[in-house]
């Protein structure tokens, strides 16, 4: 009989050019056997057979990597043909089996059941085998596929535990070690992070990790690892969160695990104690700031008493001592202007972490607040309108920066607005954001600096500008608030025509 | 002419007192001095003054206590004084700080920053002077 090899079928009238696959066939009824290791052959597929379940399981067990396929008689004279299925099912070896039977009735739904792909009669036509046995083999390369990515994806890091020097390695280090899959379950817990975050052995493992750390800003972390692009990981390069626990004060570093193809497999953080080193910034800033206001008040008295002198007010001087003292009177106003440089510096440092979240009545703070600017408005005869919405949501953040975003904004409207101006202060809910809008008819900016006026000491030098006074850290302060809320700022400004300024914090962070 | 004004300055800082006088005093108004929140009460009571300059951080009591005070009906007397705050914060946001952080209403008239001109400070208590009918 002509036997082609692998050979192009038509099938529904389109060409088909098919796999061969590696197929063992269990059957102690040879005519049966023999028929189908034909049919198969005759599809270009390599036929192994085995008469019992016990051979079959040898062959198995011999050439693991080259049985794809099970073609097993479900009337097996020794039996045991569900027993094999059950066995390949655990064991998930990811053979497909085909079940046979004369019937293919409630055998066959068993076999279905203990996890055998399809069942056909053996009283089978070359045809209908054909159908069949493409159907199956369609199935089986999905899996394989699916299977692969599986086997890729986990391989890599499971793999680290069961290299014990690896991870006597691991646990050596002071710093704390977690890893994640690609679905943000642990891998890995070296024993410093099982210390940290008080994990108790292997139960961890297979587990989210955002429960195991108890917190989503780090969940969100291993998540954004694993997303990133280039962009994004850059982004996240400069983030190190601060977390804490067990009384310690850790700073997080989250990278994404990748496979040789670059694919994201996984994540993993580590954790730096800087509970020492933090305690230690603190009293160094702390100390920076006492001493600058300690500096403040000897220079303030120093300079006032040599301007007395300098304006006559002590007695008569010479051009000369005139002279001197004018001199040493601009000195002392550059160190004091430095000082309060650094205490402005402090300023925006403490602004940038939260200190507190509170729930805070917003419209209540800008009331006041507003009333409170009423009067250096006053001085210069300009209105201040307020617009504030009374069904605001209930607002949480650092109630001290809040209220520096709005005195810094209407204060800067007053002082850039000429005499008889208006400043118009609207707070409303704009979809999930809080709308906080400052607009006035000042003296405006020219655009080309609207994208530095959030610069730390930037200000703009016109003939207009040259007479207020100000240490230009304003914006840069609220910025720094309004990032610590999340929030987003906007300008919008016209020279001769008004300044308008819009924060927008979410009321849910 | 009418009697001069007579301001009460009350600051911790013994320079600062003596700069402030000779400023003051070279406008021609009287200067009788504090140094801390106790004393600015009973100089308050025995010089009656027509305005005090009152510095913020002073110990013993300070400036907030001071304002406080005057809120009490047992300094009602003094309560209409004209009062001129001294800061040693700067101008702007800080200053309105103070009152938001403490929530104490300061009901005073105007905020002087140190260190301050000698021509600004001039200006600042002439305008009150002025209001009072009274002048130097």
Redesign the interface.
Known sequence: MYVPLALPVRIGGSMLIKPSINVLVVEDDIAVMQKCRELLLNEGHRVRTAESVEEALEIIQKHRADVDMLLLSLELQRGGSMMLIETLQKARAEILIMAMSAQCQEEAVDAIHAGAYDCIRKTFTPARFSIKMDRAIEAFRLRRQMGVIRKERQAALTRVEHDGNLLAVLNSFSDGLVVTDWKTNVVLVNDAAAHLFELKGKEIYGRPVSSCLKSDELLSLFVRAMKSDSSLATLMAGEEPIVKASGKTLRVHVDPVRDDAGTAIGAVALFHDVTKVTAMDKLRADFLSMVSHELKAPLSSLLMQISVIHDGLAGGLTEKQADLLGKAKEKTKGMITLVNDILDYRRIEEGKSIQKIETIDLADTLGRTVKLMGLSAEEKQITIKAHIADDLPAFSGDSGGIEAIFVNLISNAIKYTAKGGTVEVSLNQAGKDIRFKVVDNGIGMPQEYLDRIFEKFFRIKTEETKSISGSGLGLSIVKGIVDAHNGSIHVESKVGEGTTMIVSLPFQR | MGKAAKILVVDD?P??R???Q??LE?AGYTVVTGEDGEQCLAKLKQEEPDLLILDLLMPRMDGFEVCKALKDPRHSRYARIPVIILS?V?????Q??Y???TGVRMDVDDYVE?????EVLLERVGKIIKRLGKGA
Request: zero cysteines; hydrophobic letters at 30%; a negative charge.
């Open positions: 800082d320079d600062m003596e700069t402030l000779i400023i070279s040693s700067q101008e702007g946001v800080s309105r700080r009152e938001l952080e140190k260190p301050v001109e000698g």
